[in-house]
């Protein structure tokens, strides 16, 4: 299994670009998560699925949108890039609610 | 919602010694708690977990307690090693179905040689 996996792995946006982050898992995990990651600092949750068709925001949403069309798949889209999106994203999943969270490779994302 | 707060944010510890790392919690529903471990560049990556009905749960050199009644769970490394190394979180959640993880703001753990 690949596990949980994320592209692009970096990426530069100037501000006012759009993109969507991608994240896939093999596990078939019905839990999935998006997490911002800033310079020094924990990881914030922007938003989460408990299955297909299913979202509900995190604690950072603003800025972000996601969608959970099959289980394999949680992109993230990044409407209008602002600086302040500037981060490491981290896709996780997990098999349910209390169980360990799987985390993928992250995406390096720098809006100039 | 939920907060954690985790101290200290930097620890250096002689290989051999042993490292502490506290957190506190701030909502007394949370019930699940685990700790990440970050290498530089890499993914977090679960080491330890408690769940509130166990007082302490040890795994080789990693042990981690939780104080309920206080809201706090520590986690504990005997006989460091270099490759011990890595920023570690941790991070609580209350039940629910799910699960969303509030992080601490990290521990940069060195081990010097």
């Known amino acids: 299994n690949a596990g949980v996996t994320q592209t692009p792995k970096f990426r530069i946006l100037k501000i006012g670009q759009s993109m969507t982050l991608q994240c896939t898992q093999d596990?078939?995990?019905?839990?999935m998560y998006w997490y911002r990651q800033d310079p020094g600092m924990g990881l914030k949750l922007i938003y989460y699925?408990?299955?297909?068709?299913?979202?509900d925001k995190g604690e950072v949403p603003n800025g972000y949108n996601v969608s959970r069309s099959t289980t394999e798949d949680f992109p993230l889209r990044l409407e209008l890039a602002a600086p302040s999106q500037t981060s490491v994203y981290f896709c996780a999943s997990s098999a349910s609610g209390g169980d360990e969270q799987f985390f993928g490779p992250g995406t390096r994302l720098t809006v100039l | 919602g939920e907060n954690v707060e985790q101290h200290p944010s930097t620890l250096s510890v002689q290989e051999g010694d042993s490292a502490v790392i506290k957190c506190t919690y701030s909502?007394?529903?949370?019930?699940?708690f685990p700790w990440y471990k970050q290498e530089l560049g890499k993914r977090p990556q679960l080491i330890i977990d408690?769940?509130?009905?166990?007082g302490e749960k040890k795994d080789q050199r990693i042990a981690v307690t939780l104080n309920k009644t206080a809201k706090h769970f520590s986690l504990h490394i005997t006989e460091t090693q270099p490759e011990d190394s890595a920023v570690y979180f941790c991070?609580?959640?209350?039940?629910?179905?799910?699960?969303?993880?509030?992080f601490g703001s990290g521990t940069q753990l060195t081990v010097l040689p």
């Open positions: 699925s408990v299955g297909a068709g299913i979202t």
């Open positions: 596990m078939n995990h019905n839990y």
């Open positions: 991070a609580a959640t209350p039940s629910g179905s799910a699960r969303q993880l509030t």
């Open positions: 408690i769940r509130s009905n166990v």
């Open positions: 909502d007394s529903a949370s019930n699940y």
